[in-house]
T-cell receptor
Framework: SQQGEEDPQALSIQEGENATMNCSYK?????LQWYRQNSGRGLVHLIL?????REKHSGRLRVTLDTSKKSSSLLITASRAADTASYFC?????????????FGRGTSLIVHP | EAQVTQNPRYLITVTGKKLTVTCSQN?????MSWYRQDPGLGLRQIYY???????DKGDVPEGYKVSRKEKRNFPLILESPSPNQTSLYFC?????????????FGEGSRLTVL
């Protein structure tokens, strides 16, 4: 079962604009991670935010986490054409006493030059 | 270079012909996992392994087998492939036993079953 769901499914913006994508999840989590996937390639880890953190930054990326609403957002500021990719959130759900990362369906971001 | 290596990267096979997709990581990670990615469905977990000789089913294990005899290798076995197993497969590993840390992904194996 997919724990996290990204929204929107697709996002198209112009270079220089900010891109915001959201992730909602259903059950308690240990942490939430965001990944990027260039077309057909392996996923690359972007950022991890723990359940006791509310905001985290990494370069042009800003991630927020609201555990009361069971949601997270990823903001990419001053987007570039090279940011064109799919973005996935992954949440760690508990299974048999261990945390298992599960992924949503992703947001497809297109940044037009 | 730290990496997860999958082979083959591309494979076309026929229904019923057993195949194995290999996965190897050189980072001494305890946790390893297989995912399949299909259009509109995102990544779905097939099997995962917390450590050597410890494996468990993910969300879509039917038609697949795995083994973890060594820490570095986690092969995915399709005993009798069927067309609905046509997909893009990813192997991933993580240094945290519970898989709570960053996942490192291979480049993917695109499988077509005719």
């Amino acid at each position: 079962s997919q724990q996290g769901e990204e929204d929107p499914q697709a996002l198209s913006i112009q270079e220089g604009e900010n891109a915001t994508m959201n992730c909602s999840y259903k059950t308690s989590i240990n942490n939430l991670q965001w990944y990027r996937q260039n077309s057909g390639r392996g996923l690359v880890h972007l950022i991890l935010i723990r359940s006791n953190e509310r905001e985290k930054h990494s370069g042009r990326l800003r991630v927020t986490l609201d555990t009361s609403k069971k949601s997270s957002s990823l903001l990419i500021t001053a987007s570039r054409a090279a940011d064109t990719a799919s973005y996935f959130c992954a949440t760690s759900r508990i299974s048999g006493g261990s945390y298992i990362p599960t992924f949503g369906r992703g947001t497809s971001l297109i940044v037009h030059p | 270079e730290a990496q997860v290596t999958q082979n083959p990267r591309y494979l076309i096979t026929v229904t019923g012909k057993k195949l194995t997709v290999t996965c190897s990581q050189n980072m001494n990670h305890e946790y390893m996992s297989w995912y399949r990615q299909d259009p509109g469905l995102g990544l779905r977990q097939i099997y995962y392994s917390m450590n050597v000789e410890v494996t468990d089913k993910g969300d879509v294990p039917e038609g697949y087998k795995v083994s973890r005899k060594e820490k570095r290798n986690f092969p995915l076995i399709l005993e009798s492939p069927s067309p609905n197993q046509t997909s893009l497969y990813f192997c991933a590993s993580s240094p945290r036993q519970g898989g709570t840390g960053e996942l490192f992904f291979g480049e993917g194996s695109r499988l077509t079953v005719l």
